[in-house]
């Protein structure tokens, strides 16, 4: 397989999406986490984190509680990197969650190849960069307000809860979001305003959000979302125009994965000036 044929990689990503035994028959949902988890390291003011130099192969991130069960996806995507390596871990980590965005129903988003994992283990940014899910707006906002996101764009982006579903083992929360989390939509938006959530100790005794019956949940986190009035109006906005919130999830989920991406001949200097300062 030639080297840069990156349609050959995205339809072994394909192939790798459906997976019987696993979840709800796909591993597609795991593939946005990694893909988000792997950019959501970035800090704009200096530079340091994000999807480029794929740090999460180090047990350092990887260990990180924050991803906890990511490993699934990173070994998955290690087959299809047997049959292409010349492609980084970088670019395939992130290129895997658009295609399986697309795969899912989703809006087309741009991916541009170019990231690197020539980095060493102590480039890895710290612990503790991405959200936590027990807490309210504030946190909210400092957590993406530093990777330069604004308030439409993080309501945007986590109608990526869309898909897929807590798991206890791996975050002590439990349950999907919606009845087909592996279809992208805008029913995560719809529900947040229609349905009626009460607070509950899930069965390992964290407290999350729930519908009546007790099947679809909301964290802390995504209840907060309806609480600010900021928050608010988008997802007002999501819930009613499918469109719109497909336009914007695809814009803020291409910005997503290029924070801290440098290309061209400055490349390598500038990313280790960056990381110089961690
Ligand atoms: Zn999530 N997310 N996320 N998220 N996320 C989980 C699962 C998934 C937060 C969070 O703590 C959690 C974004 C934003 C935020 C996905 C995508 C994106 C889980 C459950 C938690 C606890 C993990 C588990 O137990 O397996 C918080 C606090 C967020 C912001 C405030 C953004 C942004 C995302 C992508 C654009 C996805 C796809 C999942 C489902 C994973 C799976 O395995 O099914």
Same mark, same amino acid.
């Given at each position: 397989m030639a080297a840069g044929d990156y349609m050959a990689v995205r339809d072994a990503i394909k192939k790798i999406i459906p997976q019987s035994s696993y979840d709800d028959g796909s591993a597609g949902p795991v593939l946005v986490? !990694?893909?988000w988890h792997a950019s959501g390291t970035y800090d704009k003011k200096s530079g340091t984190g994000g999807s480029n130099g794929?740090?999460?192969r180090y047990k350092l991130e990887a260990s990180d509680e924050a991803n906890n069960g990511l490993e699934y996806a990173r070994n998955l995507l290690d087959l299809v990197r047997q049959q292409f390596p010349w492609i980084s871990y970088a670019d395939l980590w992130? !290129?895997?969650?658009?295609?399986a965005i697309e795969y899912m129903g989703g809006p087309k988003i741009g991916w541009k190849p170019g990231r690197v994992d020539d980095v060493d283990e102590q480039y890895v940014p710290p612990n503790g960069r991405l959200p936590d899910a027990?807490?309210?707006e504030d946190h909210i906002r400092s957590v993406f307000y530093r990777m330069g996101? &604004?308030?439409q764009e993080i309501v945007a982006l986590s109608g990526a809860h869309n898909l897929g579903r807590c798991h206890a083992d791996r975050s002590g929360f439990e349950g999907p979001w919606v009845p087909m989390p592996t279809r992208f939509s805008n029913t995560y938006f719809k529900l947040l305003l229609r349905s009626r959530w009460h607070k509950?100790? &899930?069965s390992v005794g964290v407290e999350q959000y729930n519908d009546e019956d007790n099947e679809l949940m909301m964290l802390p986190t995504d209840m907060a979302l309806v609480k600010d009035?900021?928050?608010r109006a988008w997802v007002e906005r999501y819930a009613d125009d499918k469109d719109l919130f497909y336009r914007d999830f695809a814009a803020a989920f291409g910005k997503l994965l290029e924070l801290g991406v440098i290309r061209g001949p400055e490349d390598k200097a500038l990313r280790q000036y960056a990381r110089a300062k961690l």
């Open positions: 986490r !990694l893909a794929s740090t999460m992130t !290129l895997a969650g658009v295609v027990t807490q309210g996101f &604004n308030d509950r100790k &899930n009035p900021k928050f």
